[in-house]
C-alpha cells in the first residue's frame, strides 16, 4: 500500500504539523509532503499551516518549510503571506522567507499580465 505523504495531514492536526515542521529532521518531511503532494493535498496542508507562518519563518528549521509553504500557496493566499512576514526582512531566517514571497508575487503577477498574449510573445 503506497500513500502519498501529503495524505498524512488529514490525520494530523494543524499544531502536530506545525510541530513536525519546525522539527530539525520533521521539517523535511514537511518540506516533501508539500513538494508531492496533489493540488488538493497542497492546499490542504498551506491551509494548515499558513496561521503558522510567522512562528515558522522565525525558526531555522521552521523556515524551509515557510519558502515551502510560499511556493504551494494560492496567488489569492499571497497577500495574507505578506501581512504575516510584514517587519521581518531583516530576521535572519524570516528573510529568506520574505525573498522567496517576492520572487513568488513577481511570477504570479508576470503570469497574470502574459494572460492573453499569443505564444510567440511569452518569454
Do not use: F, W
Not at 501581512?83 to 528573510?95: D, F, I, K, M, N
Amino acid at each position: 500500500l503506497h500513500t502519498s505523504p501529503a495524505s498524512y495531514s488529514h490525520r494530523c492536526t494543524a499544531d502536530a504539523l506545525s510541530e513536525l515542521a519546525s522539527d530539525p529532521y520533521g521539517n523535511y518531511v514537511v518540506q516533501a509532503a508539500l513538494r508531492v503532494a496533489s493540488a488538493s493535498h497542497a492546499a490542504a496542508l498551506v491551509a494548515h499551516l499558513l496561521p503558522r507562518l510567522q512562528k515558522l519563518a522565525r525558526s531555522k528549521s521552521g523556515s524551509n518549510v515557510a519558502e515551502a509553504i510560499i511556493g504551494r500557496a494560492q496567488p489569492e493566499q499571497l497577500s495574507a503571506a505578506r501581512a504575516t512576514l510584514v517587519g521581518l526582512a531583516s530576521h535572519c531566517y524570516a528573510r529568506h522567507v520574505v525573498a522567496a514571497l517576492n520572487r513568488r508575487e513577481l511570477d504570479v503577477s508576470s503570469n497574470v499580465s502574459m494572460v492573453g498574449l499569443p505564444d510567440h510573445l511569452h518569454t
